[in-house]
T-cell receptor
């Protein structure tokens, strides 16, 4: 299995500001992902965080709004830029462990006011 | 791309009864099907998974079945307990490749009544 730590776990942010979420894994993994889960909804993939290169974004998500870093095989960050109330969501870090098993962190619960 | 449908959206059962949640997928190339349990205020927790070369897998009170021909898979929870109350998500993962990603169902809110 993989143990995933996310920071912050929860935050209240002012409209127009940006927040960076950190994801740390206890072992080296090739694949790391960032998901968004809006209140009462399912999970939507934002992007795949690629080590050493630019992230791969899904339709509807852009780098200017959600810049991602992946400096090594155990760490990634997601920034939510210029936040609006519509960005209030749970942001989840996910990793693919050996054997294709996919694990999630506990999430970062953001409220934008 | 892959599309996963999940039913029912809500399910209430009496403690001790069984619960069944069903999912269908569209991409026959998908080969990995995990189930996640999400309790209030927590991230999704992997509870069981199945790969396309297996028809059934069981772990204590939880079992998953896969029908590749019909492209559907189901989660079975027996002897339900109040602590089983949560939202359950099914998902499907495609084969290795540039378009590989986990696609989720819409979730099932399971309530186990004491």
């Amino acid at each position: 299995s993989a143990v995933i730590s996310q920071k912050p776990s929860r935050d209240i942010c002012q409209r127009g500001t940006s927040l960076t979420i950190q994801c740390q894994v206890d072992s080296q993994v090739t694949m790391m992902f960032w998901y968004r889960q809006q209140p009462g909804q399912s999970l939507t993939l934002i992007a795949t965080a690629n080590q050493g290169s630019e992230a791969t974004y899904e339709s509807g998500f852009v780098i200017d709004k959600f810049p991602i870093s992946r400096p090594n095989l155990t760490f990634s960050t997601l920034t939510v830029s210029n936040m609006s109330p519509e960005d209030s969501s749970i942001y989840l870090c996910s990793v693919e462990a050996p054997g294709n098993t996919i694990y999630f962190g506990e999430g970062s619960w953001l409220t934008v006011v | 791309g892959e599309n996963v449908e999940q039913h029912p959206s809500t399910l209430s059962v009496q403690e001790g009864d069984s619960a069944v949640i069903k999912c269908t997928y569209s991409d026959s190339a998908s080969n990995y099907f995990p189930w996640y349990k999400q309790e209030l205020g927590k991230g999704p927790q992997l509870i069981i998974d199945i790969r396309s070369n297996v028809g059934e897998k069981k772990d204590q009170r939880i079992a998953v079945t896969l029908n590749k021909t019909a492209k559907h898979f189901s989660l079975h929870i027996t002897e339900t307990q109040p602590e089983d109350s949560a939202v359950y998500f099914c998902a499907a993962l495609g084969p290795d490749g540039s378009a590989r990603q986990l696609t989720f169902g819409s979730g099932t809110q399971l309530t186990v009544l004491p």
